[in-house]
């Protein structure tokens, strides 16, 4: 039993269209803390490098400051949001983890055959990072089309 009188479907709808959790802003801030710092490490290394880096190295420093500059747009565009998601942010966050360890791994890949060391144990651990972030897509396309289908039954 609750104190609180029954709020009808539409009610209920309106109220979570009207802000963002405090743990979706938490998150925001991290990704953008997290993104800005991260690009901003790896910006300054790289400036900072006395002689010319190796073609790999910088295409190494470029992917990783992409990475970070993603993670930041993202914490921005949650930051900027008003309005309930409906775990489209956990969407878009996977996206960006599966686009991460793919390309991170792609990479890693290429540096070890270039070099002529074994193949298999970056394939490994980079089919794990790939296997998660799958998994991580997978749930988050769930969760948000069972959020869309219960916001489709309060509303008809």
């Known amino acids: 039993m609750s104190d609180q009188p029954r709020l009808s479907a539409q009610e209920i709808v309106e109220r979570l ?4 959790s405090r743990r979706a802003r938490i998150r ?13 490490f790896v910006s300054l290394l790289w400036l900072t490098e006395p002689d010319p880096l ?3 190295t910088r295409l190494a ?4 400051i992409a990475i970070c500059v993603a993670w930041a747009g993202y914490g921005c565009w949650l930051l900027t949001r ?18 991460a360890s793919t390309a991170t791994t792609a990479l890693l890949a290429v ?3 270039g070099r002529g060391t074994d193949l298999w144990p970056v394939l490994a651990v980079g089919a794990v990072f790939v296997a998660v972030s799958v998994l991580l897509l997978a749930h ?3 969760e948000r089309a069972r959020l869309l289908r219960r ?5 008809t």
């Not at 420093?61 to 990783?64: H, P």
């Not at 916001?151 to 509303?155: C, D, G, I, K, W």
């Open 140 to 142: 988050a396309h769930r």
């Open 111 to 113: 540096i070890a055959a």
């Open 17 to 20: 269209g009207t802000a963002v």
């Open 82 to 99: 008003k309005v309930v998601l409906f775990a489209a942010d956990r969407v878009v966050a996977a996206w960006i983890a599966l686009s």
């Open 54 to 56: 190796p073609g790999r």
């Open 151 to 155: 916001r489709s039954e309060l509303t």
């Open 28 to 40: 925001a801030v991290a990704a953008l803390v997290a993104g800005l710092s991260g690009a901003a």
């Open 61 to 64: 420093f470029a992917l990783l």
